[in-house]
T-cell receptor, first 114, second 110 residues
Framework: TGVTQSPTHLIKTRGQQVTLSCSPI?????VSWYQQTPGQGLQFLFE???????NKGNFPGRFSGRQFSNSRSEMNVSTLELGDSALYLC??????????????FGEGSRLTVL | GEDVEQSLFLSVREGDSSVINCTYT??????LYWYKQEPGAGLQLLTY?????DMKQDQRLTVLLNKKDKHLSLRIADTQTGDSAIYFC??????????FGKGTTLSVSS
């Protein structure tokens, strides 16, 4: 099976918080998160490998994540703003840094903030 | 800084060749990639090229890399309607993250 993300769609209101989940391909230990918006395109949020955050993009502290011992990952956004409306994509890779950089993407969680 | 630029739209007729262009700025990039995104789906890796290569061919896909000009292109031969999608160029620099362009929407008409 591929990378699975949940929920696929959700609607929140400003000020709320949200948690998104990602299950990587079996055997993959690296999980990365990207935010996709029409205006900014795809922007890197963070990467986790073996439960450790290895790299973080230029996002405010309201965006956080974690990885569990089974490599599943969650990301959390607190105090939601309208601008957080986006498609959040999770990608997995067998190696930290993706070795050749090949990432396997899930279909994303589409967040709408009202 | 790192930045990847690509044209936003390309329209071709079925059976023609499509060429999608991309420029990048990080000369230390080790790998460069082309990803495809179909409506409502995540990104799918089409192909990648190592920075010491000039060209890579994979069936209908040809990737050309000009390191001097920091220019990458993807040629799709015999373009089909099923090739309609958004194509993203991406580079991998010294860090672990991929830097993506904003995507080129390819529209194929029959």
């Amino acid at each position: 099976t591929g990378v699975t993300q949940s929920p696929t769609h959700l609607i929140k209101t400003r000020g709320q918080q949200v948690t998104l989940s990602c299950s990587p391909i079996s055997g993959h230990r690296s999980v990365s998160w990207y935010q996709q918006t029409p205006g900014q395109g795809l922007q890197f949020l963070f990467e986790y490998f073996s439960e450790t955050q290895r790299n973080k993009g230029n996002f405010p502290g309201r965006f956080s994540g974690r990885q569990f011992s089974n490599s599943r990952s969650e990301m959390n956004v607190s105090t939601l703003e309208l601008g957080d409306s986006a498609l959040y994509l999770c990608a997995s890779s067998p190696f930290a840094g993706g070795n050749t950089g090949e990432l396997f993407f899930g279909e994303g969680s589409r967040l709408t903030v009202l | 800084g790192e930045d990847v630029e690509q044209s936003l739209f390309l329209s071709v007729r079925e059976g023609d060749s499509s060429v999608i262009n991309c420029t990048y700025t990080d000369s230390s990039s080790t790998y460069l990639y082309w990803y495809k995104q179909e409506p409502g789906a995540g990104l799918q890796l089409l192909t990648y090229i190592f920075s010491n290569m000039d060209m890579k061919q994979d069936q209908r896909l040809t990737v050309l890399l000009n390191k001097k000009d920091k220019h990458l292109s993807l040629r799709i031969a015999d373009t089909q309607t099923g090739d309609s999608a958004i194509y993203f160029c991406a580079e991998k620099g010294a860090g672990t993250a991929l830097i993506f362009g904003k995507g080129t929407t390819l529209s194929v008409s029959s």
